[in-house]
């Protein structure tokens, strides 16, 4: 008897005193981001012409953190133990439409409060499972205007094909949907304040 709860000890210990793998860490791969390195942070103001705009922080679902999501369908959501990204889904839309809007020609970021406002909220930034294997970015997108009328009220998505079954592949296709899909919100965005 005493010999089984000796076992029963030492598997127990082996369990709590084993050697968990490490966290490995990924960034999209997106040309956005890339250039948001350089570009002056948020609290620089746009000099210039244009229609002045007001980026709040962009904001994201309590589900996407550090550790990259995975679904495999509406319903079925998960988390990797040790796969994680290096910063916050929310923190990258936030610099890539940073970075795209300084860019954008008829565009000009600023502080004023009489400025539009753009309010974006990341839904998605997932790596799908099936039925295909895809990198999926969802933002909800808020545009009002200095009198507070609503000039943009929709979820903007973007997919991009993961190449094959190795973590970097995901960060590579999650890169690809930011950047398309911030670069349709930019679009809309500009053509929302030059048409009211």
């Given at each position: 008897m005493r010999a089984g709860w000796i076992a029963v000890a030492l598997l127990a210990t082996g369990c709590?005193?084993?050697?968990?793998?490490?966290?490995r860490f990924?960034?999209?791969e997106s040309a956005l981001l890339e250039g948001s390195d350089r570009a002056p942070s948020a609290a620089a103001p746009s000099t210039g012409p244009g229609v002045a705009l007001r980026l709040r922080p962009v904001?994201?679902?309590?589900?996407?953190?550090?550790?990259?999501?995975?679904?495999?369908?509406?319903?079925?959501?998960?988390?990797?133990d040790q796969r994680r990204w290096s910063d916050l889904p929310a923190s990258y839309i936030e610099r890539a439409l940073e970075t795209a809007l300084r860019a954008t020609p008829g565009v000009r970021?600023?502080?004023?409060?009489?400025?539009?406002?753009?309010?974006?909220e990341v839904v998605a930034f997932d790596e799908v499972l099936a039925p295909a294997r895809v990198a999926a970015v969802s933002l909800v997108v808020k545009l009002s205007d200095g009198e507070r009328l609503r000039l943009i009220d929709r979820t903007f998505s973007a997919e991009?094909?993961?190449?094959?079954?190795?973590?970097?592949?995901?960060?590579?296709a999650m890169g690809k949907a930011l950047d398309e899909v911030v670069g349709a919100v930019v679009v809309a965005v500009r053509e929302a304040?030059?048409?009211?």
């Open positions: 709590l005193y084993r050697d968990a793998p490490e966290p990924f960034r999209p904001r994201g679902t309590p589900l996407l953190r550090e550790r990259i999501v995975w679904r495999t369908s509406s319903v079925e959501y998960g988390l990797y970021l600023t502080d004023e409060t009489v400025a539009a406002v753009l309010r974006v991009a094909q993961i190449g094959n079954e190795a973590p970097a592949a995901t960060a590579v304040l030059q048409g009211r």
